[in-house]
């Protein structure tokens, strides 16, 4: 069938484009009709069939004449249609068995099938009528061009000797036709009919099954002394033999045919141009004389021993026109002399004899060719599959291909060429489909492929394909050489020379970049080439101080898993990467295999196969490489192998990168620490140290940096400083610090202090004495560093810095840093504070001395109530301060002075007179003890009227007393909130019980007001 014949092409546009150049092969691309090579190869396959068939056929040629006008006159697109109306026409005219073809720019032929000579003339003639009837409108306007044609028309009838003397023919009559004055009807005039010519047929269709049956050189034999006998008994000649050559160069017989019967002759050889048959068989033509005896060309001494007369020698030519022997004739009857048609009907037995010799030694050839083959297919290294280009089906092997295959060669002459390749590299075009696309030009195609033996194991091979044309159509001869050593050869090579480039591009690249990030992204692309990957590498470097791992670097990592690799910090021993970290290779050769367990974003991202090298150097594991792929079982031994020897480099610049950092920080560290102890040398108070320790520290720990200061005998914490590179934060955390400041010495202070050592708080989840977790994350703050203030386990203070709002969380590295900053100002903050408490005391003092003073010069009560009350309101830089004194009649606190009260606050201190545990005033004088109250108007007491709480926003009250005996209250008041503290409370104590006796002795006159 067709279909089985034709060549699989492996998509759409090859069939299209296959289909295109058949036609362009085989069709004229203007009319459609058959070309020259299609009507020659058609013509030759007519006279094959006639002369198995014995029918004959009749061949027509055609002549367009006006068609060059045509084209002068209208242009080549009329001329154009012109020929493909007359084509259209001669398809009409023809039967459906019979060819059209055109074989020239106005030539057309035409092969009429089954067309006996007598049906010639009326087969031409219904030709020429449709010819001379074609008028085709081809121009507007009603204008006509009509085409006539000359014929010539040549019929085979089993009698001319090949399609070159009948195409001659045909072209003799086609000539005659075109000079003649008058056209006339056409005739077969180039049939050519010889005498005799039933009997002459019959011979010539015995004598050509005899040909189609020689296989032989003894049948060879019997068939030249047939044509002998034969063309002897038709000429009419006496005498006959056939010359056939020698492998010594020499033409000659050894037998002739003479009156009936065959005789054995000897020394009848000729050389090449010696004797009448060298003559022949140089020349190749015929050679005929009337008289041998005075013919110089003629062997005398043959003439005269054959009594040779007349002689006719007739070449027997093969299809080149060289001569492969002479068929001799020799004494026409009666004497006569050979003539031309005599040479004509010779030649039709020499042609045939011709054939069958060039057909036995064409066969000799061809076994001979195919035995010296098939010992040299035996005996090539390499397997040879000879195999059909349309089914597939293998014609030949020899014996390396059943090595190679496992095969016999009987089970290799029943498969198909496809059933040696592996199921999953059958979809694939074969080398047969390679070598069906360059058609004609019959290029030698290699591929490598894959080879399926018997046993089931698959082999490396090359294959080297070639379209073969033979007698018995085209085969493609498959040479395929067994590769696998070379391959592996190759690969071991191939990967000995990536890990050398690999490391040396590596070794290159790291020596290069010093401290450069994008470092690492280079050698990451460089093993993922280097190690075949398609799916995606990273590289996590490990933080032993945090325990985790964090993706740095990643190339061509598919999501989801990116983002996952990304976000997540790996810990060792969890998971691949954490196997990795703790110093274990980890392959996963598929992801998809049970007991695999393996992440779903890795599955999503269609990762089949990866490998995590460790990246260790002095002995720790600083980093994980990880290399992916799409494809499972991707990473072997070798490309593990190649990872391992390229993740070595990386890991020492990785540890030497880790060294160099650390030195630089620690150079910065104690650059910034020597800074920082030069700037809090230069301070002289308490309050300067922690405000420029705050301002610097927040250069190195963080965006919002507090000190706090610890009073030892209260217990209590005091904010002291407050730094915020933002002015408006800066205020809005000291307000907050001010709104809610820290009092208590437990909680997560003292476990600082305990522990000795800065702490990293998460402000979310931890109970921080900086105000709310709300407020401070509405600052941007996450996460606190805490570190104490100490010397020599003496609690100085407290150092808390936070993160910034674009900041990540404090690092292991600040943690230190704060204790070193902790550590160097802790001194200078201590000698600050004892030169400040020193000063403090020595102020309390000269106010205790100065109010004693007072107390033993002063005699006048009210002059001494208003010198006490503002001498307290001067040391304490206070709004107001203010003195009451009992009066034990009525037994409440009557005002008795003030200092620098507002009109409406003096007013209704006047006013009121609170008695034994009425008011803030009363509680104090019942319970004899100091009093704080740190903002009125949000203190839950009934303290004042609200206009009062506004200006007295906090106060501190102190009891005067003498022995049992109540002297009245003395009190200190700021119209800010929070003013005062314990140790406020203790110095106005002290001073109450230095002025409580001179104000016991100086009681206004006529009043006891000592309680009874």
């Keep these: 069938m067709a279909s089985e014949r034709a060549p699989l092409p492996r998509s759409h546009t090859q069939r299209a484009e296959i289909a295109r150049l058949r036609r362009l092969a085989w069709r004229d691309e203007l009319t459609g009709l ?3 090579r ?94 001379e009837g074609l008028t085709r409108r081809i121009l507007p306007g009603r204008r006509r061009a009509h085409l006539t044609a000359a014929m010539g028309v040549a019929t085979w009838d089993g009698t001319v000797g090949d399609v070159g003397q009948l195409f001659a023919r045909a072209e003799a009559a086609l000539l005659s036709a075109k000079t003649a004055d008058e056209p006339a009807e056409p005739v077969a005039s180039g049939v050519y009919r010889p005498r005799g010519r039933r009997t002459l047929g019959e011979e010539l269709r015995r004598l050509l099954a005899m040909a189609r049956r020689v ?65 022949v068989m140089e020349t190749a033509q015929p050679y005929v004389t009337a008289d041998a005896r005075g013919d110089d060309q003629v062997d005398q001494e043959a003439v005269a021993r054959f009594d040779l007369r007349s002689i006719m020698c007739l070449p027997l030519r093969d299809h080149s026109g060289r001569a492969m022997g002479v068929l001799s004739l020799s004494n026409k009857r009666d004497n ?37 083959l098939r010992s040299l297919m035996d ?6 599959y000879i195999t059909d280009p349309y089914t597939r089906r293998i014609l030949d092997a020899n014996e390396a291909a059943e090595r190679l295959s496992g095969y016999t060669r009987a089970q290799l002459l029943s498969m198909r060429a496809p059933d040696l390749r592996p199921p999953e590299d059958r979809a694939a075009p074969g080398t047969t489909d390679l070598v069906l696309e360059h ?187 990880g290399v992916g792929s799409s494809t499972a079982h991707r990473f072997g031994e070798q490309e593990i192998a190649l990872l391992r020897a ?104 003292a476990g600082v202090f305990a522990a000795g050592r800065a702490e990293l708080v998460d402000v979310r989840s931890s109970a921080l004495p900086l105000g709310s977790a709300e407020k401070l994350a509405q600052m941007g703050i996450t996460a606190v560093v805490v570190a104490p203030l100490h010397v020599s386990g003496r609690l100085v203070g407290m150092l808390a810095a936070g993160n910034g709002a674009n900041e990540p969380s404090m690092t292991p590295h600040q943690v230190r840093l704060a204790e070193e900053i902790a550590r160097h100002a802790a001194a200078v903050l201590a000698n600050a504070l004892s030169r400040h408490y020193l000063l403090a005391r020595n102020r309390e003092l000269r106010l205790i001395n100065d109010i004693a003073v007072l107390a033993q010069r002063v005699t006048d009560a009210h002059a001494l109530d208003a010198a006490v009350v503002e001498r307290l309101r001067r040391y304490f830089r206070a709004q107001s301060a203010v003195l009451r004194r009992w009066d034990a009649a009525v037994g409440v606190l009557r005002f008795a002075a003030g200092s620098r009260l507002p009109a409406h606050v003096e007013a209704w201190s006047r006013q009121t007179s609170p008695a034994l545990g009425a008011g803030i005033t009363g509680r104090v004088a019942a319970t004899r003890r100091p009093a704080i109250v740190e903002d009125a108007l949000t203190d839950p007491r009934p303290l004042y009227i609200p206009e009062v709480a506004a200006v007295l926003r906090s106060s501190v009250y102190a009891p005067l007393v003498v022995g049992d005996e109540l002297i009245g209250t003395l009190s200190v008041h700021s119209n800010r909130p929070r003013a005062f503290s314990e140790a406020h409370a203790r110095i106005v104590m002290t001073v109450a019980r230095q002025v409580a006796p001179a104000l016991a002795r100086t009681a206004p006159d006529g009043d006891d007001q000592r309680p009874k």
């Design 38 to 131: 299609a009507f020659l190869e058609r013509l030759e396959a007519e006279m094959a069939r006639s002369l198995g068939a014995g029918t004959p056929f009749t061949l027509v040629l055609l002549d367009l004449d006006g068609l060059k006008d045509l084209n002068d006159t209208f242009g080549h697109h009329t001329g154009d249609a012109a020929l493909r109306a007359f084509a259209r026409a001669l398809r009409r005219a023809v039967r459906a068995d019979d060819l059209v073809a055109r074989i020239g720019g106005d030539e057309f032929a035409v092969i009429g099938v089954h067309v006996a000579p007598a049906d010639a003339a009326p087969f031409a003639a219904r030709i020429r009528r449709v010819a």
């Design 646 to 749: 390229v993740a070595d480099q990386p890991a020492v610049w990785l540890e030497r990168q880790r060294l160099l950092e650390e030195t630089r920080r620690r150079e910065q560290e104690a650059r910034f620490l020597a800074e920082l102890s030069a700037l809090l040398n230069e301070a002289r108070t308490a309050d300067t140290v922690a405000r420029r320790l705050a301002a610097k520290a927040s250069e190195a720990l963080g965006r919002a940096v507090v000190v706090f200061l610890f009073d030892a005998p209260s217990r209590q914490w005091q904010v002291v400083a407050t730094y915020h590179p933002v002015p408006a934060l800066r205020r809005r955390l000291a307000r907050m610090l001010t709104a809610q400041p820290p009092r208590e010495a437990g909680g997560l202070m």
């Design 336 to 372: 006569r002399p050979f003539t031309d048609n005599d040479v004509r009907l010779g030649m039709a037995f020499a042609d045939l004899v011709a054939t069958a010799l060039e057909n036995v030694r064409a066969r000799e050839e061809a076994e001979a060719a195919h035995r010296y």
């Design 34 to 36: 058959a070309n020259r």
């Design 439 to 625: 058609g004609a030009r019959s290029l030698l195609v290699t591929v490598p492929r894959r080879h399926l033996r018997a046993d089931g194991r698959i082999v490396p091979v090359e294959v080297s394909a070639r379209l073969v044309q033979t007698p018995r159509g085209p085969v493609v001869m498959n040479i395929v050489r067994d590769v696998s050593e070379r391959v592996a050869a190759e690969e071991e090579l191939h990967r000995r020379h990536r890990e050398l480039e690999a490391r040396n591009d590596v070794s290159h690249l790291l020596a290069q970049a010093e401290n450069d990030p994008a470092a690492l992204e280079r050698v990451l692309r460089i093993a993922v080439h280097a190690a075949g990957g398609d799916g995606g590498i990273m590289l996590a470097e490990y933080d032993p101080e945090t325990g985790g791992a964090r993706v740095t670097v990643e190339y061509q990592v598919p999501e989801p898993l990116r983002s996952y690799l990304l976000q997540k910090a790996h810990r060792p021993g969890g998971g691949f990467l954490g196997a990795a970290l703790t110093g274990d290779m980890v392959h996963v050769p598929d992801t998809r295999a049970s007991g695999a367990e393996v992440r779903p974003e890795a599955l999503a991202a269609g990762v089949r196969a990866f490998v995590c090298v460790p990246l260790a150097a002095s002995g720790r594991v600083l980093g994980v490489l």
């Design 379 to 384: 005996q090539a290294h390499d397997a040879i």
């Design 215 to 279: 296989s032989s050189s003894c049948e060879l034999e019997e068939l030249c002394r047939a044509a002998a006998e034969n063309a002897a008994a038709l000429i009419g000649a006496r005498d006959a033999s056939i010359a056939l050559p020698r492998p010594d160069g020499c033409t000659g017989y050894e037998e002739r045919f003479s009156e009936g019967r065959w005789l054995r002759v000897s020394g009848c050889w000729y050389r090449p141009g010696q004797g009448l048959i060298g003559r």
